[in-house]
């Protein structure tokens, strides 16, 4: 939750090539109080059955700049490993082409930003939710 000499974060992931959230995938979330700050490592989560991070952890004040690590390779190792079994012939070699997506933003006190993910094995997007 934000006050008015904080700001706060929430996301989430769906994955467009199923049309459904990505549950287990880790979040981690780092943030730095100005451009030449170094990055402070605040914790993480893992989303859950509906894709969800509901307990990232809280900003300090005084953050101007924030981090979200996804660590998708996981769960896309998974997603690609049970569709080989129905389809071996029509699957790549196996790597993921997106281990992780880093997503770096501006923030100010105050403001909640919501930063959904939308994956797919060979694409993705972010945006400022709501």
Same mark, same amino acid.
């Given at each position: 939750?934000?006050? $008015? $000499?904080? +700001?706060?974060?929430?996301?989430?992931?769906?994955?467009?090539?199923? @049309? &459904?959230?990505?549950? %287990?995938?880790?979040?981690?979330?780092? =943030? &730095? +109080?100005? &451009?030449? =700050?170094?990055?402070?490592?605040? @914790?993480?989560?893992?989303?859950?059955?509906?894709?969800?991070?509901?307990?990232?952890?809280?900003? #300090?004040?005084?953050?101007?700049?924030?981090?979200?690590?996804?660590?998708?390779? #996981?769960?896309?190792?998974?997603?690609?490993? *049970? +569709?080989?079994? *129905?389809? #071996?012939?029509? &699957? *790549? $070699?196996?790597?993921? /082409? /997106?281990? !992780?997506?880093?997503?770096? /933003?501006?923030? !100010? #006190? %105050?403001?909640?930003?919501?930063?959904?993910?939308?994956?797919?094995? /060979? %694409?993705?997007?972010?945006?400022?939710?709501?």
């Amino acid at each position: 939750m934000s006050t $008015s $000499s904080t +700001a706060s974060v929430s996301t989430h992931i769906l994955d467009t090539s199923v @049309g &459904r959230p990505a549950p %287990g995938v880790a979040v981690r979330l780092s =943030a &730095r +109080a100005g &451009r030449d =700050a170094a990055w402070q490592a605040l @914790g993480g989560s893992a989303t859950d059955a509906d894709g969800r991070c509901k307990d990232l952890p809280a900003l #300090p004040e005084g953050i101007t700049h924030v981090r979200l690590d996804f660590v998708v390779e #996981p769960y896309l190792t998974q997603k690609q490993a *049970d +569709a080989q079994q *129905d389809a #071996p012939a029509n &699957r *790549d $070699s196996g790597a993921v /082409f /997106f281990p !992780e997506v880093v997503v770096t /933003f501006a923030v !100010e #006190p %105050g403001e909640h930003y919501h930063v959904p993910l939308l994956l797919n094995p /060979f %694409g993705y997007s972010v945006y400022r939710g709501s």
